[in-house]
């Protein structure tokens, strides 16, 4: 289950980091507000699974502009209003299903986490790795974009919706 998560999050993310996503060169700089609602919730829940099959897929497009012609239409089958939408609400959400606390039956803040985890990888003081260097950049990209966290609210609201989330989530597996 956490790998799948994982490949979840990691395709989300691509999307919500993507240029197509938020074109120019402000992108890095702007935070990112995402109105998660059910309605928005459960349009992600479709495009999840999908999105982590393309991602698993052993015809994984080759192209940008294939690549996005198949995300295009999984955002358009879910319901979404544009592509945009899309990349920018399963980023999100793929965030926060990252963030399943087993013990408490809830999802936590994926800001709170990943706050902790670039100060673990800045206190490191063994040699730096080209790998570790490019998390951390991509973890402060991310935490930038997020400066307050996410809302309790959204939390809650994923986590009233778990069963359906995992459920989908297992789907991606085929």
Known sequence: MKRTIIL?????????????????????????????????????????????????????PQTEEELRKQLERICTDAGFDSYDQCAQVTGYVGMII?????????????????????????????PPTPEREQTMVQMKEILGRFPGGVPRAHLDLATSNRDRIFEAIGRARG
């Open 98 to 126: 990252s963030a399943w606390d087993q013990r408490a039956l809830r999802f936590r803040d994926p800001i709170v986490l990943m706050r902790a985890q670039l100060s673990r990888l800045e206190a490191d003081t063994s």
């Open 8 to 60: 979840t999050l990691t395709a989300a993310g691509l999307l919500v980091l993507s240029p197509h996503a938020m074109p120019g060169a402000q992108a890095q700089q702007q935070t990112i507000r995402v109105d998660l609602d059910q309605s928005l919730l459960d349009k992600s829940i479709i495009a999840l699974p999908q999105i982590a099959k393309l991602g698993m897929s052993a015809t994984v």
